[in-house]
């Protein structure tokens, strides 16, 4: 019966993604917390966690004994930021690191800062996320929602691999949406260089590119000792959604979660024990399909094309040495 219930919100969206399939599916959790030392010894880093989800996630990580790293754009957000989280959790180990993701140059330089600041990296979140209202590209010709939700990601983790293998039991959650639900992979447009640009759609659609290419660098990493997950936090009431999609945010507020339940289950993929299955799309702490409608689903062929693809925009070789 709770399985059933809980399909049926997964299927039915509204209940399912709002405050109310939280705390339903809350309830028959087994263990809601995290023990209060479940970090203590390791290291974490959140990018965009100067706000929303993102800082939810990090105070979480510092409270249970991590060393936290903020990788923010911006230095006085991040600052303020991380006094807050300082606030919250007193004597917390928490530092910034500036990187804008989207920027291939920032990446670079933000690992090598990292690389003489830590000897291990045990988890990393990729949660920096724009909605931009029309389109854009980054200093290499990549557009925005790309390359910051794709390419940023997936050459921020490459050059990060070192740290990563060191940890010996690294997590890395890739924090998705389920707007994603609603795109095919462009396969055929990645850029998005054709038809109307919508800032939603090129959301959702890199956002389906992270779950699709979960699989491929968990398996890229497993050697490594490296597991990949994505996620998707339901409906949360943040100030991102507030400022790219107004109308829908006001709609919807009553029923929204908060930072700290679309948090939930990033601090769950990282912290529980025995580790996850890796290489799958969570929700409230279940895996879920990453497919409802016929027209999202994808041959092989194509996914692998796209892949090759995003690794060269990357920068990262498709073949690790």
């Not at 209060?36 to 004994?65: E, P, Q, W, Y």
């Not at 997936?154 to 949406?177: E, H, K, Q, V, W």
């Not at 507020?253 to 912290?271: I, K, N």
Request: glycine share 10%.
């Amino acid at each position: 019966m709770i399985r059933a219930v809980d399909t049926l919100l997964d299927r039915t969206i509204v209940p399912g993604y709002t405050r109310l399939g939280y705390h339903l599916r809350k309830a028959c959790w087994t263990r809601n917390d995290p023990p209060t030392d479940a970090l203590h010894g390791k290291t974490a880093l959140v990018t965009g966690a100067n706000s929303g989800i993102g800082r939810s996630i990090a105070t979480r990580f510092a409270g249970l004994g991590a060393r936290t790293v903020l990788a923010v754009r911006d230095p006085g957000r991040g600052e303020r930021a991380r006094r807050e989280i300082l606030d919250a959790v007193p004597g917390a180990a928490v530092e910034l690191a500036i990187c804008d993701i989207a920027e291939p140059g920032s990446v670079d330089t933000c690992v090598r800062t990292l690389a003489e600041r830590l000897e291990t990296l045990d988890v990393l979140v990729h949660n920096a996320g724009v909605l931009p209202a029309d389109r854009a590209e980054n200093s290499a010709g990549n557009e925005l929602t790309l390359a910051t939700h794709v390419l940023g990601p997936l050459r921020f983790t490459d050059r990060l691999t070192p740290l990563l293998a060191a940890s010996g039991d690294a997590r890395i959650i890739f924090m998705a949406s389920g707007g994603m639900y609603v795109q095919p992979l462009p396969v055929d447009d990645p850029q998005y260089r054709s038809g109307e640009y919508r800032g939603a759609t090129a959301y959702a659609r890199t956002k389906r590119i992270q779950v699709a290419f979960g699989p491929l660098l968990d398996g890229r990493l497993a050697d490594h000792g490296v597991s990949v997950h994505s996620m998707h936090p339901g409906w949360v009431d943040t100030p991102g959604i507030t400022a790219a999609l107004p109308r829908f945010g006001s709609a919807l507020r009553p029923a929204m979660r908060t930072a700290d339940e679309g948090a939930d289950t990033a601090v769950w993929l990282a912290t529980t024990a025995p580790a996850p299955l890796s290489g799958h799309f969570w929700h409230d702490r279940r895996i879920r399909d990453e497919h409802y409608l016929r027209h999202t689903r994808y041959p092989e062929h194509e996914l692998l094309s796209l892949w090759e693809y995003c690794l060269g925009r990357a920068e990262v070789a498709l073949h690790p040495h």
